[in-house]
């Protein structure tokens, strides 16, 4: 195993958020603290209690998992794709690194950048909201998988990308829609039984109940059912990665 | 006895678009020499490189680097090869320090400031050490893929059109650089399209062209074959024929009438010259001007081409 080299990789990327400190920290911290003020405050006063929590504390985690999404995917798919679009990923794929090493590299990184922002928005949460952990273990642990699996994701996204609008196209064509009719902010009890039906085929709804689930103890979904469809959704992009790299798919001729 | 450093054998590489850019190539590259990979563009040179190095997938034959191959052994080829591409691929934000430090890392060693310090101080960049890559003129970009390069202390340097597009000066800086380094021991292979610059530097010089190794010889031997040139003689009255006593000058009467050409080997002591324009003279033509030139590298080629053929 070349440590050395996922060590380089690690920092460098780390190197990046140091440099990047408004666009990695501070902008998601305030635009998620709008969302605060606005659904929270504004709109939680006039929302009934959800679940038995305030609509401000119903909220939380699943803003926390909007961002930690957004996040790992834009921290790995852009990690990945700067150096093919500079051409200086040439010296990673020229060095005695495996594909398994890259990856570590690249998804630890990214997914490390996500917990920092994660933890962040967690803290933010509690001037806004009353918020209240229940399970902090399985909260830990939902963190750090959703942080490696959409990391994972994003870094897939960044080695099929040719261009800046590929890169662009899932996380916001896709992923954004999903993650807000995933019940980020509502209960999908809250919606007429057709949509309820259609929710469940969105992989979204597992994670932000799992992470409710973890908060207050409260979900639409079974916690193990999230677990596992995490679980399963982390396989996935595993094997594609795996896949991708060995053939040298978009990235060696 | 020459030790070898790089073995290839029957390396074909054909690209899915169908384009055959390796035809069965074998090379033999031997420890401590500098090697220069000459061909026009598209000739495949830089897809040999690349495939030793890693960057392209070969479609069939063998590579070896010291004995270990190049797919099956990567991690202990890869680590004894640096590698400087022609294109400035260099990331905009990064100190030099940085990107230095970093490629060492890549290649699976420890962190060794005064190493990254003195090769620095070699390449003439240690006072921009803190410079961020973005704000470094074009030569300096180069000078630090050539830092990253060594950074790793490897074996053998591929350093690919080293001096495309850099001005006079800093080209015989890099001719420095690349002789400096072979004295301590590095085996360096170069591409270039310019043939002087493999007779300024390299010991031997393969010559590439159309994805077929056509020739590989010692540099000096290669620039006597390859050294003709040509007189041309510009005359002040037309000629429709040429007279006898020149018959055994092999000239070439141009189609206006007005100039003569004569090939020649400038390596040779006899050139002919003299007797030639003393015969020019005898037979009544009345000479305006003399031109001389250097064969190109295009007309190289075509004779080398010409000879492999017969």
């Known amino acids: 195993m070349n440590y050395y080299a996922i060590k380089a990789i690690y920092l460098h990327e780390m190197d990046r958020l140091w440099r990047t400190l408004f666009q990695s920290i501070l902008s998601p911290v305030v635009s998620t603290s709008l969302y605060f003020i606005v659904f929270g405050s504004v709109i939680g006063g006039m929302v009934p209690q959800v679940d038995g929590v305030s609509y401000g504390s119903f909220i939380v985690p699943g803003l926390l998992m909007l961002t930690l999404l957004t996040q790992s995917l834009s921290n790995s798919s852009f990690g990945i794709y700067m150096p093919k679009f500079s051409g200086s990923i040439y010296e990673i794929l020229a060095a005695p690194i495996s594909s398994f090493e890259i990856v570590i590299g690249f998804v630890g990184a990214s ?20 918020v209240r952990i229940d399970h902090p273990f399985v909260m830990v642990f939902l963190l750090v998988l959703t942080c490696l699996t959409f990391s994972l994701f994003g870094f897939l996204i960044g080695i099929l990308s040719e261009n800046f609008e590929q890169l662009q196209v899932i996380p916001l064509i896709v992923v954004t829609p999903l993650v807000f009719l995933g019940g980020s902010l509502y209960s999908i009890e809250m919606l007429p039984e057709f949509w309820q039906q259609v929710s469940y085929f969105n992989p979204v709804v597992y994670l932000i109940n799992g992470m409710r689930w973890a908060f207050y103890g409260v979900s639409d979904i079974n916690i193990w059912t999230s677990v596992f469809t995490m679980l399963g959704f982390l396989l996935i992009c595993i094997v594609s990665t795996i896949f991708i790299l060995t053939k040298g798919y978009r990235i060696k001729s | 006895m020459l030790e070898t450093l790089i073995s290839i054998k029957n390396l074909s590489k054909t690209y899915n678009n169908s384009f055959e850019a390796l035809k069965s190539v074998n090379l033999e590259i031997n420890k401590g020499e500098i090697f220069a990979l000459l061909g026009p563009n598209g000739a495949g040179k830089t897809t040999m490189i690349s495939i030793i190095c890693g960057l392209v997938r070969p479609t069939s034959g063998e590579v070896k680097v010291n004995g270990s191959d190049i797919v099956s052994e990567y991690k202990i080829t890869r680590s004894q090869i640096g590698y400087v591409p022609q294109e400035l691929t260099l990331e905009q934000f990064e100190t030099v320090f940085q990107n230095v430090s970093y490629t060492r890392g890549l290649y699976g060693k420890s962190s060794n400031p005064k190493h990254i310090e003195k090769i620095l101080k070699d390449l003439s960049l240690w006072d921009k050490k803190s410079m961020r890559l973005g704000q470094l003129s074009g030569g300096m970009k180069r000078r630090v893929l050539i830092a990253k390069a060594l950074s790793h202390e490897p074996s053998v340097l591929f350093l690919d059109e080293p001096t495309a597009g850099v001005d006079v000066e800093l080209r015989q800086d890099m001719w420095r650089i690349v002789e400096k380094l072979r004295q301590s021991g590095v085996t360096i292979i170069l591409t270039t399209h310019y ?72 390596e040779s002591k006899q050139t002919g010259i003299t007797n030639l324009l003393q015969q020019v003279k005898d037979s009544g033509m009345k000479l305006s001007d003399l031109k001389t030139e250097q064969g190109t590298l295009e007309d190289i080629f075509v004779s080398l081409v010409h000879k492999e053929k017969k």
């Open chain 1, 111 to 130: 997914a490390t950048k996500s917990l920092i922002v994660g933890s962040i928005i967690l803290i933010t949460a509690t001037f806004f909201a009353e």
């Open chain 2, 195 to 266: 043939i002087e610059e493999a007779e300024a530097i390299a010991d031997r010089v393969g010559v590439i062209d159309n994805g077929e190794m056509i020739v590989v010889d010692e540099t000096s031997k290669l620039i006597s074959r390859m050294g003709q040139k040509k007189l041309t003689i510009q005359l002040q009255e037309k000629v429709m024929q040429l007279p006898e006593s020149l018959a055994k000058y092999n000239l070439e009467l141009a189609s206006d009438g007005f100039s003569l050409a004569y090939s020649y080997d400038k």
